[in-house]
């Protein structure tokens, strides 16, 4: 019984919702329409166009037929900006890249004189220069 109930409330909604779009559209009409005026011809103009050209508008470039220059050359403008910029940025990686590395380097470089300059100091005997470095192998 309940369900009935829900099913009779939902279609009577339906119908006064749909009543109500339906007025709705009607009250979307400007007034001067619904008075029985035309409209100003410099608004049609504005809107609709002639059917030749709106014929010609559509024929004027179809799927298969070539771009216009300008649009070539837009296109052409937009891919060389597009490769400038990658370009731009390849260049910064391999900049920053490069500099990582050379960091490394030195640091690599820094920690190995260190631990030569250790190792000379730890086996110096006294003599100048060093007898280890002087002596001369037969």
Not at 40 to 60: C, H, T, W, Y
């Amino acid at each position: 019984m309940t369900w009935r109930r829900v099913l009779l409330l939902s279609c009577l909604s339906a119908v006064v919702l749909l009543a109500v779009l339906r007025e709705g559209t009607g009250a979307s009409v400007g007034t001067r329409q619904a008075a029985g005026e035309e409209a100003p011809d410099g608004v049609k103009q504005k809107i609709f166009m002639q059917e030749s050209d709106a014929s010609n508008f559509l024929k004027r470039r179809g799927k298969r037929s070539p771009p216009s220059k300008d649009e070539v050359n837009v296109e052409n403008r937009q891919k060389l900006r597009a490769d400038e910029l990658r370009r731009e940025h390849y260049e910064e990686q391999r900049n920053e890249f490069e500099n990582f590395v050379e960091e490394q380097n030195d640091e690599q470089e820094e920690r190995s004189r260190e631990a030569v300059e250790q190792w000379r100091q730890w086996h110096y005997d006294g003599l100048y220069p060093s007898y280890l470095y002087n002596r001369h192998h037969i």
